[in-house]
Each structure stands twice: as C-alpha cells, then as structure tokens.
C-alpha cells in the first residue's frame, strides 16, 4: 500500500531532519524519517513511469525552494499526509527546479507549489499548464501578492476593512517628481493627509522595511521594521523624514495594544490565529527557552473567521498567512503573506494534514476510483477549566495612578495686541471658541518669530511700559529657545480672546484703552518628568505586576511574573489611558515599560500602548475654567490666609471643618499665616541673592544643575516667585504658595549640592502652607468637597463603574484558544487591568468621592473608620499616587448571589517626601480579604515566595538608584489566584509562608535601602522609593460599588450639565464670557438632589430606581462618552 512509485520505499538519508533554535519558518528538520512515511525524492527516470489512474496513489508533488520544503512545519505535515492510504508525496529537488525544462519535472496529480526568494514562478506557472495538476495553491495570484498595492486592491474589492491608505508611486528615473508633500507632522499623499504616527511600506512585498513614523508630541523619530535577526525585529531611529527614493505605500498607525495577531488558512473552512507581541513596540523577539519565538494562539471572532474565508477565496490560496490589527473595535487586515505555515503547533500540524488531505481527497478520488468519503467528526467543543476550590479569582484591577517626578511648573501672562498674534489667531481657527492652545512645533515657531520681530522694533524706543512689555516678550523669547528644539511635550501657549482688553486699576487713560479687544497670552513651560520619574514610574510598573496571581514555567520563582505570563498568553486584556499631559503621558508609557518588561524608548510604546483620554473629558481638567463651587472656595481660603494674627478657634472650625489631623498640623505650625509668608518671602529674597552670588563666582557661574538647568535659569524661576508672591498692595497672592513649595521640594530633592543657605526652613515652611492651601482648593466642607469633584471626575467614575461590570466575556479581547494552549493551565482565566495616569486634581477628587459620598457610615463600619483616620493623617498626595480597585470573582456562589463578586479597595500616598521617615501615618498595611480568614489553610504548592525576592533578570536598572529593590508593592499571599506552580518551585515556594499580614513596620523601607539613600542619580539627584499600598476596605460587595456609583453619578451629573451649558455659552461667542453663575451665600452645593440627605449610606439609590445604563444627562448623550465597550 505505502509503496512508491518505483516500488522502493524512501530512504532514511534522504529524509528532512530537525535542527536547533527554530529561528524563522525556514527551519529544516533533521530528524530521521519514521519507517513507513511515502515521501519521495524525485529520480528523473520516474517521469517515464506512466501508470493508468485506476489502482495507482494520489501524487502529491511539493515544488518550492528546498530550504522551504525541509523546514520543520512542513516535514511534519507531509509525514502526517502519508498516512492517508492513498497519497503519496513527491518533493522535486531544488536543482531539478533551478536547472531542468518543466517537461523534466515530475509527475503529479496534485501541485503544492509557492513562491519564497529565488524561485521560479514563470517555471511553475508553465509547469501548471503543460501537467494541469489540482492546485492547491492558485500560482498566478501570487504574482498579484507579491505587490501590496495589487494586495489592498483585491482586500478592497472583497469589502475587507483595512487602514486608510495612499499609494505613492515614484518613476526611479525621476524620483522628485511625485504627489508626496511632507510637514513636521503629517505627510500629504496624492492629496490625502496622514498625520503621525503613520507606516511606511515599500510596495513590494518581499521588501521587510517597513517605517513607523511618530509625531514630535510623542517624541518625534521612526521605528524601523525588518526581518527578524536574532532576536531583534525593529529598531527605533531619531531619523523624522520619509525616504525620498522608491515607490511607498502610506497607510493610518494603528493602536492595537503592542499585539499582532498572525491568521493561518488552510481552506475557506479552517483559520488558526496566533498573537505576538509587535515587532514595532520595542524591536525586541520575545523567545523561550528553547529559543523560539514566543506566539500563542488566539481566538477569533465570528466577523474575523468571515475575514479568513474571504482572504483565502479572494487570493486563491488554500494554505495563506495574513495579519490582522485588531484597532477600535474593529480587525484590519494589513499584509496577506500567501503559503505559510504555523510553527511549533502539534494540534495545527494534525489539522492541517487532514484538511489538506480531505480535499486532495475530495477532488480526485472520484478519477482514481478510489472508495472514499470525508469521515464525519464530532466539532471539537471548547472547555474551559475554571479555578478549583473557595479562594477568589483576581477578575479586575483599575489603578488611577498620579504622574512621576516633574519639573517645576512655570507660567507667564501677558496681554497682546498687536495685529501679528490676532492673525495667528484667527489661522488657527481661534474664534471659534475664543480659545487657542498651541503645542506644535510649526504654532510655536510662528510665536517665537513675532516676539523677535517686537522685540526688534522695541528696541528703538525706551519708556517704562514699553520696557515692562520688553521684559516679558524677552522671557518668551527665552523659554520658547531654551532647548534649541521644540517639542509639543514640553511648552504650550494659550491665547485667549478679550472683547474689551484686560481689566486693570482705573484711569482715565487706561479706560480708553480697554476698549480695544486684546489676547491674553498664557506661556506654560516645565513640568516635564524627569528622569528620577521616568524610574518611579517603570519601578512601579515593575512592581506592580506582584499585584497578579504567580507565575509557573519559565516565569516561577520571579515575583509578579505571573501578569507577564498571563500578558503574553493573551489572557490580559490591558487598556492604558492618560491625559493629554506629556508628563502624565510619559509617565504611562514608563509604567507600561515596567509591567510588561518591555525594552529601549519610551516613544513606539507610548504611541502603541497609551490611549489619550482627552476627548471627553475622561482624565484632562482645564484648570482655568474653575467651577463656581471652587472659585468661592479660594477667596474664602485667601481670605482667612491674609489675616495678620494667630489662628483662632473660629478659623480652625472654618478651615478645618472635618478636623484632619494634617490640617490641623499645619495649621499649628504656621501660627500667623502673613507672619509666615513674610518668612517665606524673606527666604526666598535670601535664595536669590545667593544664586546671583554664585552667578557672579565665575567657578560656579556655568554649573549644570538638574536635568541640564543652569544657575541663570534657576535664578529666573526664583525671581519670578519672588516678584509675584508679593504683589503691589503689600498682601501675599496665595495661590503661589503651590509654586512656591513645587520648586523647594524640586530644589531640595534634585540640588541639594548647591548648598544654599535656609533651603530646608523654606521647604518646611512653604510645605505647612501647601498643606493647607492644595487640599483646601478641592473643597473646604465635605459638601464642597463633593461639589468640587464630581465637576472634575463623573465621567471617569462612570467608566470605572463599566470598566467592574463588564469583566464578562468580551468579544473584543484577544482571547487565548484553550485547545491549541500548550502548557497554559488556565486558558479561560481572563483579568482585564485599566490604568488611568491624570494629575493631581483628579486623583483628589476621587479620593474626595471615596470619602465623603457615602460608600460606608465610618460610625458602624470599623474597618472604614480606621482606613479615614489613616486618610486624614496623610498630608500630601504626591507624584504616583495611586487608587486600586481589584475585583474578585468566587466561581463556588451562585452567579445572581451578592456573593460572587467581591471588590477591594487600595491607596498609596505615591512617592516618599525629603524627610518623611519620621512622621509617616501608618496604615494597616496590603491586606486582600482571603489572606484574612485565618482557617483557610493556603495550598502551599500555589504560593510563590515573595520574601524571595529577585529582580527580574530582563530588567536591569543601569543607574544606582535609591528606590526598594524588593517591590515596594508588597503583594500578601493571595492563595486563589495563583495558578499552581511546576515542580520545580514547589521547594522555593514553601518556605517562609506562614506570615498572611503586613505589619505596618514590614511594609515600610528595609534598613538595606536607608543605608543605600546616599546613592545619587544624575550626579546628585535622588529618588525616593514609593509608599506600599494601604488597604482601605476588602469587604465590599460589586452591587454596593455599583449603587455606590450610580448615586454619585447621578447627583454629579446635574452640577456637570450647568458646567457643559456655560462651556457651550462660551463656545459660541467670540469673546470669553465668565463661567460664574450667581448663588445666594450659604445655599446648598447644586448638585445634592432636593430632598436628599448629605451623602449617606442611605441616600444611596436602591438598585431597583436606576436603569443599568445609568441616568440620562448630558453626560451620557455626550457622544464623546458613550464608551466602546471593549475599552
């Protein structure tokens, strides 16, 4: 039966073999061939060897290059085709193929035949007339595949979603004359734009280098794609401009979450999808032990499956690789690579050798007589294992989660009117809202070039409001050329439309004046993050994986390298969202870096794994539109801060009312707020006069100060604070008092090796008053409080509450096949982790509505009474603050139970101060509520021991630096959520397992790392470690958040709705109108509904009045906030 076509069986030495590192898809097995397998080489006298089809096998035949036909995917298919009784497989040698006339080549029945690099398709084509065998794969369309633009033709025509694309077609003779006009920021392709980030692809498809380009915002420069070497498959370049030599396709950047899902077809009916990580994320192959790259299979959606079958029909070939982008709720298909096989897939090698031989089968059985029919087979049906025992499964975590360490924040106003700005203005579309923000390159270069030609004709004339005016544009001037390069990242303009110029002190003459319309230009430079933030966050990231279930495989024995492994089997659905901040957005791209263990420049993974949330208002505040609520809050607070005399018992109750201790603290410490801002203000004369000092020193005068500042500009942020504190009247402008702590604590963390004289008295000083000042413009009362936050954060509660209730299945995910899952234990687990980085505002606000809305009455709930004191104790929310809220799943209670779903709630003050060792709240440490209930015995084999501790290997951390190497996230033993692991950690892992609660002193720094705070960073910068996380209640129920939820929506949402209609008003006049709406002294905050007690337990709306959808306002009609919901 298995004989061959000479009646000799194939010889062992012939056979293809398996070789080592499985580098690429061309692999050739070395192995010997098992015994009774009918694969034959070609022999030249067999084409003589005619026989009648009756009684005869099927020849199959395998023309391509030999490099291809020996790999190993393709050696374990053929062997698995032999079996078929009546099939026998021919391979035609490579030199038969290189060197004979068709007429010479084998016999076949069936052609399997492909083209790869140096093969003949002319031949095969010829071939394929002269024989007329089935083809299983069509040969004239991959000449068609060979050419991207024939490629998206044939997608289009089939009506297959693609990205938005030009071609640019360039005649090699005259490669200047082409539809291509380039800008800093977009490229215009036979007239259509593409604005960055956008793919560059040569037009032919055997041509690998394909270019990314990023926009200036993200920080500019192009990842270079090619084919994989080694174990690289991309590199970034600073390199900005498009090739100018040879034919491209332009094409829309996707954000597809750092995956690329590979689709493999073998005929219309059957598609085997694979995910791995994009080579375009940071160029780095992911590879296992044994050195092959890292894929695992995925499933696809029902559209997709379609996708597959059109792909497959449309080209014409029965075995076709493609590559889908699953961007947006949608999959686009981005490349069709035609023949190619999945590698290191027992299960895919099995299933592909029966589809291929089913339809050979099919064909041509009837011809051959041969009795057959396609064997039916039960479909193969899904399970899915779910965790085993009591123990919780970790479902969900949302982390909302404060930027790293930044640079002083710094601002200018000045009015303009000359007629050069109001025509900027008016070009970049400014009356349309009476408002202009400009961050671009090109917008900020078109600034600078006016204030150089004003300061030019001013230099002509001298009188002293000229000389003011020459000051500021001077300053301008400076800021907008302080790095010699512009990047939206770190400088903005805003202009803003004034009907009747700016109100100043009255006179006469100033009157008429005011007449005139006038912009006022607001300049915002600093407040970058720093390097010492760029390791804060990728610390955290680090650090924060340990929060996930263990790792098993080639993860164990690494803390919290069970998120990487469920990351990398695309059991992990993560969403990252930030603001539209460069800092908040770095910070997040740093913090990604540091989770996934990602490698090289923050830009490619900021553009691919960072969503900017600013459309609708999700994470972004615009700080100069304040509520009404807060605008009367700071008046009362400058108020009671420019009395010159001691506080009284009055001013305790009217600036403390909810009795903080930090408030109260402070208070106590400054006594008389003017006497102390006298101090401060002669402080800060003292440290300016140092500087001037040094300046003058000429061994000094150069030195470079963190982050590549220098004494001049330090001195110009001081003298700044220094002219503004105090203003003419002689009273202190309170609002500085956040400017001037931010530089103190830049200053005593970043320069402390200046040495100045008094730095830690205005640190301390400037830090009582921030203490009072900051947390106070959120609110003074709990009402205000509340008022004040829900005008900045009903939108991302709501996400939040949808982001809890949809951790059910999710069509949109990349979801691991659970058959073709080697080695994953759990192939149904799913957590869904979404990270939102904002600014201090927000992270305020929510904490405001943690407290102050009701979740718990802090009398009859004890745990939440505890989790208050600690809350009021602490004093500062600082750079990487964070709020964690983990949901929980227990498979063992009924799924309509209160009981399945249980969610916990955590917070970590972020970032250690200068001296805050000594007075730190303590908290009552990370206590998720399994570790709690003591007569549960963990299972030992499921824990990893994390006293253990060892830095990931992946991860070095180049810099000494003073931040825990043991995770300063001290995740406790979470029994239920681990996933068992192998063997060989059973013996780690059991050791030292007993402890299941933090103490507080455990959770603080380790004498090690205190011994090592000496270690500086950037010559003399240091980096403090970051708070552990506090739990703040781990007995709540999904219901009580969500209720918890709606009700805090629900009031927040009439506030907004006045909010968004004075924001309309001012849209649609030319001028800016005020925001403020008149309010009777003393009335109720407007957003408590009539009639409902303040914010208690019981004012909670009970489930059954509020549809799941929430309630209608304006919010919710708000197209920009109907959420996707695979978001």
């Not at 990314?212 to 080694?230: D, H, M, N, V």
């Not at 070939?317 to 999945?342: E, I, K, Y």
């Not at 100069?624 to 009671?640: F, G, N, P, Y």
């Amino acid at each position: 039966m298995s004989q061959s076509r000479d009646g000799r069986r194939p010889d062992g030495g012939d056979g293809p073999k398996r070789g080592g590192a499985d580098f690429s898809d061309d692999e050739v097995d070395k192995r010997p061939m098992e015994a009774d397998v009918k694969i034959d080489m070609f022999r030249e006298e067999d084409v003589e060897d005619e026989e009648s089809p009756s009684g005869r096998l099927i020849v199959v035949g395998i023309c391509c290059m030999m490099k291809k036909s020996k790999s190993k995917p393709m050696t374990h298919i053929l062997e698995r085709l032999c079996k078929f009784d009546y099939i026998e497989v021919v391979v035609f040698p490579e030199d038969v193929i290189l060197d004979q006339p068709v007429d010479k080549w084998p016999l076949c029945d069936c052609l399997i035949s492909f083209h790869s690099k140096g093969f003949p398709l002319d031949k095969a084509v010829e071939y394929a007339q002269l024989r007329n065998p089935l083809l299983i794969n069509d040969l004239n369309m991959q000449y068609f595949i060979q050419d991207r633009r024939e490629v998206y033709r044939i997608l289009q025509e089939e009506g297959i979603e693609l990205p938005r694309y030009g071609v640019l077609d360039r005649n090699p003779d005259n490669p200047e004359e082409c539809n291509l006009v380039e800008a800093e920021d977009h490229v215009e392709v036979n007239g259509e734009v593409f604005p960055k980030p956008f793919v560059e692809k040569p037009v032919c498809a055997e041509d690998h280098n394909v270019y990314i380009y990023y926009p200036t915002s993200a920080g500019g420069g192009s990842q270079r794609l090619f084919r994989k070497i080694g174990s690289r498959s991309s590199v970034y370049s600073p390199e900005t401009s498009v090739r100018k030599t040879g034919s491209y396709i332009y094409e829309e950047f996707m954000p597809t979450d750092g995956t690329d899902v590979k689709v493999y077809t073998v005929g219309p009916d059957y598609a085997h999808a694979e995910a791995r990580k994009s080579p375009a994320l940071d160029g780095k192959v992911e590879r296992d032990s044994e050195g092959k790259e890292i894929r695992y299979p995925v499933m696809l959606t029902a559209m997709e499956k379609l996708v597959a079958r059109k792909v497959c029909l449309a080209f014409k070939q029965t075995v076709c690789g493609f590559d889908l982008l699953r961007a947006n709720g949608h999959s686009f298909v981005c490349d069709v690579n035609g023949f190619s096989f999945v590698k290191n897939s027992m299960k895919y090698y099995d299933d592909c050798a029966k589809v291929l031989g089913n339809m050979v089968m099919r064909e041509l059985a009837p011809q051959f007589h041969i009795p057959w029919s396609i064997p039916m087979e039960a479909e193969d049906i899904p399970i899915v294992p779910t965790t085993s025992g009591t123990m919780m499964e970790l479902r969900c975590v949302i982390a909302i989660i404060r930027h790293g360490d930044r640079t002083p924040k710094q601002k200018m106003k000045m009015e303009v009117r000359h007629p050069l700005f109001f025509e900027l203005f008016d070009k970049c579309g400014g009356y349309k809202s009476g408002k202009l923000k400009l961050k671009k390159p090109k917008q900020l270069q078109e600034v600078l070039d006016i204030a150089r030609l004003l300061l030019l004709e001013l230099g002509q004339h001298n009188d002293c409001e000229i000389e003011e005016k020459k000051s500021k544009l001077e300053q301008l001037k400076t800021v907008l050329e302080m790095y010699g390069h512009f990047s939206g990242i770190n400088r903005k303009v805003q202009l803003t439309y004034l009907r009747h110029g700016q109100p100043k002190a009255s006179s006469e003459e100033e009157d008429s004046k005011r007449e005139v319309p006038s912009l006022l230009l607001v300049l915002k430079w600093g407040g970058e993050l720093t390097p010492a933030g760029r390791v804060q966050a990728e610390e955290l990231g680090r650090a924060f994986r340990c929060m996930y279930p263990g790792g098993q495989g080639d993860y164990a024995g690494y803390p919290g390298c069970g998120l990487l492994r469920l990351h990398s089997t695309y059991r992990h659905d993560l969403k990252i969202y930030a603001s539209d901040e460069g800092r908040v957005q770095m910070t997040a791209a740093a913090f990604a870096k540091g989770l996934l263990a990602l490698e090289g420049e923050l830009t490619p993974i900021l553009v691919q794994m960072v969503k900017s949330a600013n459309m609708n208002g999700l994470l972004d505040s615009d700080s100069d539109s304040l509520t009404d609520c807060q605008q009367k809050v700071k008046a009362r607070l400058h108020e009671i801060m420019q009395k010159d005399q001691d506080f009284s018992q009055e001013d305790y109750q009217k600036l403390a009312p909810t009795g903080s201790p930090s408030l109260v603290n402070s208070m106590k410490i400054i006594q008389n707020p003017v006497k102390t801002c006298d101090k401060v203000y002669t402080l800060i004369q003292s440290l300016t006069s140092q500087i001037r000092k040094r300046l003058e020193d000429p061994k000094s005068s150069d030195l470079q100060l963190y982050h590549s500042e220098t004494l001049e500009l330090k001195l110009q942020r001081w003298s700044k604070l220094e002219r503004d504190f105090r203003m003419k009247s002689g009273r202190y402008d309170i609002s500085k008092v956040p400017d001037i702590y931010d530089c103190i604590k830049y200053d005593t963390q970043h320069n402390s090796s200046l040495d100045l004289d008094d730095t830690l008295e205005l640190f301390r000083l400037s830090r009582a008053l921030a203490d009072i000042v900051i947390p106070q413009e959120y609110g003074i009362t709990k009402a205000e409080k509340l008022d004040i936050a829900q005008a900045y954060c009903v939108p991302l509660m709501k996400k939040i509450q949808l982001d809890l209730q949809r951790t059910h299945e999710d069509e949109a995910v990349n979801k691991l096949h659970p058959l073709y899952s080697r080695g994953v234990m759990s192939p149904g687990r799913h957590v869904r982790t979404r990270l939102y980085f904002t600014s201090e505002s927000h992270v305020h606000s929510l904490l405001s509505v943690f407290r102050y809305g009701g979740l718990f009455d802090d009398e009859k709930d004890q745990q939440w009474k505890q989790a208050m004191d600690y809350l009021s104790a602490v004093t500062e929310l600082n750079y990487m603050t964070q709020i964690v809220i983990m949901l929980y799943e227990d498979n063992n209670k009924d799924p309509s139970s209160e009981e399945r779903f249980h969610v916990e709630l955590h917070f970590s003050p972020g970032v250690k101060g200068c001296d805050d060792e000594e007075n730190v709240p303590l908290g009552f440490g990370f206590r998720p509520a399994s570790s709690e209930n003591k007569d549960k015995k963990p299972n030992q084999g499921s824990l990893e021991d994390l006293s253990q501790d060892q830095t990931d290997q992946a991860l070095q951390v180049y810099e000494p630096i003073n931040i825990q190497k043991r995770s300063p996230i001290i995740r406790n033993r979470k029994t239920g959520s681990m996933e068992v692991l192998s063997e060989t950690s059973l013996s780690q892992s059991s050791k030292g397992c007993t402890s299941h609660r933090l103490h507080p002193s455990s959770s603080r720094q380790s004498p090690e790392v205190k011994a090592a705070s000496g270690l500086g960073f950037e010559g003399c910068s240091m980096v403090p470690s970051i708070y552990p996380l506090e739990t703040l209640h781990n007995l709540l129920s999904l219901k009580q958040v969500d209720e918890f939820l709606n009700a805090v929506c629900e009031s927040g949402s009439e506030a907004h709705a006045k909010t968004m209609k004075a924001l309309s008003g001012l849209f649609d006049s030319q001028s800016r109108t005020s925001l403020d709406s008149p309010q009777a002294p003393g009335s109720e905050p407007s957003l408590r509904p009539p009639g409902r007690p303040l914010w208690h337990k019981e004012a909670s709306v009970p489930s059954s009045a509020v549809s799941s959808a929430g309630p209608s306002s304006p919010i919710v009609e708000n197209p920009a906030l109907s959420f996707n919901l695979s978001e």
